[in-house]
């Protein structure tokens, strides 16, 4: 793809309309001569300079490279030359470096700018900075798998509890493998369901809530009682919400209700109106454990705030020395 068949070479200095729309233009964009010896910038607009940092009179008469730092990959170069010996559109991810040295992820259209012979005249750059985008990427991935390397350890910490506690309620050897065999396979089956879920197959609080507590109760479903509306969950909610839930499970196995014979959960959930949005409200109430203690650390219930803040949510954790009560609020359209 090239920019071609122009009724005029473009002559910036004689064309008002276009120069007028390309200076105003909110897109950084740059024009280079390659008939000119090193391909330099022969023009630049408003937006360039502001993205760059640098005075128009020391930018133009000089190739593009000086953007380039100790960062810039070969790759990324490599990527840039090749667009530019094929005189085709591309878009190259290039760290660039403005002039108070800061540095900006580049997201960089290059191409072509014929002639009505079909002769190259210039090449056209347009920047786009991409670091916010980048950054939130990287963090996004960041807290994903730190999450997922505490939801691992939470696993095996609960194969620990329920095989003890298998151990404790059964005499026979035999039993105990059975019960303790078909329980472990409920945890991975209520694990893998929500990490393995087709994204276009739909799942209702229900469906998403029971599998899971049955998975953490030892007792099954004697220990806990769900209740609330049926309602398909968007998908921007299942993963957080199945995540939320297993380490309300997890902590309660290890430190709460679940991890008591006696203990029980409750967990309701309801639509409610908050703010004119839809939104999903759910209680999680535990009762006939241990006398609560408030924990020290924060890392279960931070990942829970964090994920749930992710996707505009609130939680709200009381820590009642009668068991564990949080009621979240998660808003069932994207924020």
Request: hydrophobic share 40%; aromatic share 6%; net charge negative.
């Amino acid at each position: 793809m090239t920019i071609a068949k122009s009724r005029v070479r473009w002559d910036l200095r004689t064309d008002k309309a276009m120069a007028q729309a390309v200076q105003h233009a909110r897109i950084p964009l740059c024009i280079t001569n390659p008939q000119l010896p090193d391909n330099p910038i022969v023009y630049v607009n408003a937006a360039f300079l502001d993205l760059t940092g640098y005075e128009e009179d020391e930018v133009l008469g000089r190739n593009c490279r000086f953007l380039q730092g100790i960062g810039t990959t070969e790759e990324s170069l490599v990527d840039l030359r090749r667009a530019i010996e094929g005189q085709k559109v591309e878009t190259v991810e290039i760290l660039n470096y403005r002039k108070d040295g800061s540095s900006f992820e580049n997201a960089l259209q290059i191409g072509p700018i014929l002639d009505d012979d079909g002769n190259l005249v210039f090449f056209f750059g347009s920047q786009m900075d991409v670091t916010a985008k980048r950054d939130a990427e990287r963090k996004a991935r960041e807290l994903a798998e730190n999450e997922l390397v505490h939801r691992l350890r939470n696993i095996v910490n609960v194969m620990d509890i329920v095989l003890r506690m298998t151990a404790r309620e059964e005499t026979d050897p035999k039993e105990v493998g059975r019960l303790a065999s078909e329980r472990l396979r409920t945890l991975s089956d209520a694990h893998l369901q929500t990490i393995n879920r087709p994204d276009d197959q739909a799942l209702s609080m229900m469906e998403l809530a029971q599998p899971m507590l049955l998975a953490y109760a030892v007792k099954g479903a004697a220990q806990f009682e769900l209740d609330g509306p049926a309602i398909t969950l968007p998908k921007h909610l299942l993963s957080c919400l199945a995540l939320v839930l297993h380490e309300l499970a997890t902590n309660s196995v290890k430190h709460g209700a679940l991890g008591s014979e006696k203990g029980r959960i409750t967990l309701t959930w309801d639509i409610q109106d908050v703010g004119a949005v839809d939104t999903l409200v759910f209680n999680w109430t535990e009762t006939g454990g241990p006398t609560v203690v408030v924990p020290k650390r924060a890392s279960g219930s931070k990942i829970i705030s964090d994920l749930l803040t992710a996707t505009g949510g609130t939680i709200a954790l009381d820590w009642a020395r009668t068991g564990l009560i949080a009621r979240a609020q998660l808003p069932l359209t994207l924020y």
